[in-house]
T-cell receptor, first 115, second 114 residues
Framework: AQSVTQLGSHVSVSEGALVLLRCNYS??????LFWYVQYPNQGLQLLLK??????LVKGINGFEAEFKKSETSFHLTKPSAHMSDAAEYFC?????????????FGGGTRVLVKP | ETGVTQSPTHLIKTRGQQVTLRCSSQ?????VSWYQQALGQGPQFIFQ???????GRGNFPPRFSGLQFPNYSSELNVNALELDDSALYLC?????????????FGSGTRLTVV
């Protein structure tokens, strides 16, 4: 079984400040981990993913995330928030080689960026 | 390279009716997954189709069914609609292979059941 917990359903940051979105997962086998962004009335866009190799993963729009196995975490960060970062962010996990390779999502974190 | 296309974008149905949602997968992808996203929640896995057969299913009743066609496009059918079926339905395509691992999501179909 696999599950994802995102701490904080809403996060408010000032423009130019650090963005930190927390994600913890549970998985019985080594996981693949993902962060997606969803803008209003749109589908999901992949920000970044971890499969194997380097634990610090860089994605689009200046985002990065670090896989920490000992902490079962995959937190998302961006050094300087921009107004265009206002959106909802979802962390997801998938088990390697699982039938269907389904994605299990967290509940999401909505980011508000204040000018 | 075309992305994932879903139709229709919005739909209103009456409780008890049936609905069909459609998805065209991204070029080169052979697997289609469907997700239900209720308002304010993360997407929930409904099922996945690979080689025209269901290959993995989430915790959804049998009135949720699907098809995959030889061109890898897919349909999601929901019978006997209930009010709780109101949600954004997302289709995601991917390529099942030894090294490539990534999903491309469509923009979704917003279903409202009244």
């Amino acid at each position: 079984a696999q599950s994802v917990t995102q701490l904080g359903s809403h996060v408010s940051v000032s423009e130019g400040a650090l963005v930190l979105l927390r994600c913890n997962y549970s998985s019985s086998v080594p996981p693949y981990l993902f962060w997606y962004v969803q803008y209003p009335n749109q589908g999901l866009q992949l920000l970044l993913k971890y499969t194997t190799g380097a634990t610090l993963v860089k994605g689009i729009n200046g985002f990065e995330a670090e896989f920490k196995k000992s902490e079962t975490s995959f937190h998302l960060t961006k050094p300087s928030a921009h107004m265009s970062d206002a959106a909802e962010y979802f962390c997801a996990v998938s088990m390697i080689k699982a039938a269907g390779n389904k994605l299990t999502f967290g509940g999401g974190t909505r980011v508000l960026v204040k000018p | 390279e075309t992305g994932v296309t879903q139709s229709p974008t919005h739909l209103i149905k009456t409780r008890g009716q049936q609905v069909t949602l459609r998805c065209s997968s991204q070029s080169g992808h052979n697997t289609v997954s469907w997700y239900q996203q209720a308002l304010g929640q993360g997407p929930q896995f409904i099922f996945q189709y690979y080689r025209e057969e269901e290959n993995g299913r989430g915790n959804f009743p049998p009135r949720f069914s699907g098809l995959q066609f030889p061109n890898y496009s897919s349909e999601l059918n929901v019978n006997a609609l209930e009010l709780d079926d109101s949600a954004l339905y997302l289709c995601a395509s991917s390529f099942r292979g030894p090294t490539n691992y990534g999903y491309t999501f469509g923009s979704g179909t917003r279903l409202t059941v009244v």
